[in-house]
C-alpha cells in the first residue's frame, strides 16, 4: 500500500529553515545556519553522491536511513519556493530520479533531466498533484518534500499518512517553522521510533485518521 | 560535581503549555490540551504518588527516568507565575520535598509544607536564587523548574549545564514555546541520549560553554 510521507531535518525549536532572507541581510548568515541544521547529511555518503559533492562520507546509521528514504520514494511534490531555490543549485542530475511534482502557478511544460528526474508543473491544487504522484509512483511512496507551506498544506488535508524527523541538536529561536498554522484539532500523531545517533535523532510518527491508498 | 538541569515535555512543535488563557475561554480547552501534552506523566506510578493522585500506574521506564530525575534533584528553582500556578494546586505535601527557590518581586518569608517542601521568596535575580539553590542542594543537582521564561533566562545567561525534554506526540500550532527568544549565538547543543517509548521520546542534551560547578 503505497503511503504519503514526508521526511525533513528539524531544529529542536521546530524550525526546518532559518528567517528568511531580509534584503539587506548577507546570504551567508542564512546559509550558515541552514548547514549548520543540516550539518550531519552533508557527511553521508549516499547524500554526498546524489548531490555530486566528492568522494567519501559516512556509512552508518544516518546514511542508511537517508539511503532507505531515498528508495521508498516514487515521486515527490514540492512548493514552487523550493523549486526556485534548487532549479540553479542541484546538479544536472537532480536528486530526485522520480517524477517531482512542483504545486506552482506558472504554466510550464514538463523539464526533464539527465538521471530520470522529471519536474511537472501542475497549477490545480495539491489534490490533483497528488493524483499525479500517485499515478507515476509505480506503487512506491509519495513524498511531500517540502516546504514546509507544501507540508503543511497536506497535513492540515488529512493526506499525510506519515512523516519523519531527523531532530537536529540546533536552536534557531527565530526561522521558518514546521508545524507553524497546523490544525491541531485535526492532525493527531503517535510516535513509531526514535533513533538515537550521535548528530541528530530519528523520529518516526503516524498520522491517525488519514487517508489510506489501495 | 553539581550540575543545573532543567527537564520538561515538550509538544513537537515546541511548546511546553498551550497559549495562555484569554478571558473569554473556557479553562477546559486550555486544560485538556496542557492533559495531552503530559498525559503519559499522569499513568506514571511516581507521578501519581507525588501528587496523590491515587495507587496503581506504570513502572516501566518512563517511570524510571521521572524517579531519577526527581532524585538527582537537591534543590528547584521556577517562575513566579508556575508558582501562582501551582500554590493552589499542589498537595498539602507539595511535590518537591527540598528547597524550592521562586523568582518573584513579592517579598515573603518561608513558607514551609508538609514532606520537606520549603518555597523561599527571591527577589534579587537568578544568579542570587542559583547561589541560594546551590547552597540548599547538599551537592545533588539543581532543576531549573519552569516555566518556559525561567529556563530561557537560565538558559541565555550560560548556567544551565544540561536539560531534558520528554517530546510528546502532540501539535498545538500555537503555545508557550520554550525556545521562544533564546539567543542561538550564545546556546549550543549536543544530543546525550533519545529514549524511545511509545508515549513520548526522551531527548536529553548538554549546553555547551556553561559553568561549572565543583
Known sequence: MSKVFSSVTMSLDGCIAPEFMQL???AEIWLSQWMELQKYVFQQRFFRESLKLGEGGETGQDN????????RTGASIMGKRMFDGGEHNWPDEA???TPVFVLTKEVRGPWERP???VFHFVNDGIESALRQARDAAGGRDIRIAGGANAILQYLNAGLVNEFSIALSPVLFGNGLRLFDGVDQSRVSVDIV?????PMVTHLSYVVSG????E
Open 24 to 26: 539587506d541581510q548577507p
Open 95 to 97: 536528486p530526485f530520479h
Open 64 to 71: 542508511r536511513i537517508l539511503e532507505e528514504t531515498f528508495n
Open 115 to 117: 538521471g530520470g528526474t
Open 193 to 197: 521510533q526514535a533513533i538515537h545517533s
Open 210 to 213: 488519514t487517508c489510506q491508498w
